[in-house]
């Protein structure tokens, strides 16, 4: 599709496992973003990839959480030692350069944390 | 701290009335904001955007308004329909040099048919 793709759209596992989550961006789309929305609160920025640049890791929460954006592309966010407190929808989004284009999300994945 | 806010959670509306939704902020170096959708168990849609240099962005049925002394916008939807039932967010670049957004935390349109 044209779309930014998302998987899993639902992860469901137990508290210090480790998790893998996956973006597909819009194609020829330069920045990719991670957001994280907590039940009943905005969205969290998380972190920040623009082309081949290194990443803007200001909005990690802990060392628990990595990223990485393969090829320019398909990114992972990696949370390792999961808490309850991580259970969230996590969004990708991705844009063309700039902070003024409007960004294009996925439909996010649902981790709930047992 | 918030910086973008969006006081109230929930709005219902009778279908073909207005809807408007609004969002303070409290950064006066923002300088462009968005405004974006969000069905249930869907992302959030980019709806309509308005730069600092302008007061009023027009899109059809929707409409954003932004009052920079105020540090207050609004969207306003005309008439509004049983489909622009949704969250409504907005949001701002920050301006620090970081790369992100600044979200609102989102209100609840439903528009009664």
């Known amino acids: 599709g044209a779309g930014v793709s998302q998987s899993p759209s639902n992860k469901v596992t137990e508290k210090g496992k480790d998790v893998e989550l996956r973006c597909d961006p819009i194609s020829g789309h330069t920045a990719l973003y991670w957001y994280r929305q907590s039940l009943g609160q905005g969205l969290e920025f998380l972190i920040y990839?623009?082309?081949?640049?290194?990443?803007?890791k200001s909005g990690l929460p802990s060392d628990r959480f990595s990223a990485e954006r393969t090829g320019g592309s398909v990114s992972t966010l990696t949370i390792q030692r999961t808490q309850q407190e991580d259970s969230a929808v996590y969004l990708c989004?991705?844009?063309?350069?700039?902070?003024?284009?409007?960004?294009?999300f996925g439909d996010g994945t649902r981790l709930s944390i047992l | 701290d918030q910086q973008v806010k969006q006081n109230s959670p929930s709005l219902s509306v009778q279908e073909g009335r207005i809807s408007i939704l609004n969002c303070d902020y409290t950064?006066?170096?923002?300088?462009?904001f968005l405004w974006y959708k969000k069905y249930p168990a869907e992302g959030p849609t980019f709806l309509i955007s308005?730069?600092?240099?302008?007061d009023k962005n027009e899109d059809g049925r929707f409409t954003v308004f932004l009052n920079k002394s105020a540090k207050h916008l609004s969207l306003h939807i005309v008439p509004s329909q049983p489909g622009d039932s949704a969250v409504y967010f907005c949001?701002?670049?920050?301006?620090?040099?970081?790369?992100?957004?600044?979200f609102g935390t989102g209100t609840r349109l439903t528009v009664i048919p």
């Open positions: 308005i730069s600092s240099i302008k």
């Open positions: 989004a991705s844009s063309s350069q700039g902070l003024d284009q409007p960004q294009h």
């Open positions: 990839f623009q082309g081949n640049s290194a990443p803007d």
């Open positions: 949001a701002a670049p920050d301006q620090t040099g970081a790369n992100n957004l600044f």
């Open positions: 950064n006066s170096m923002f300088d462009y």
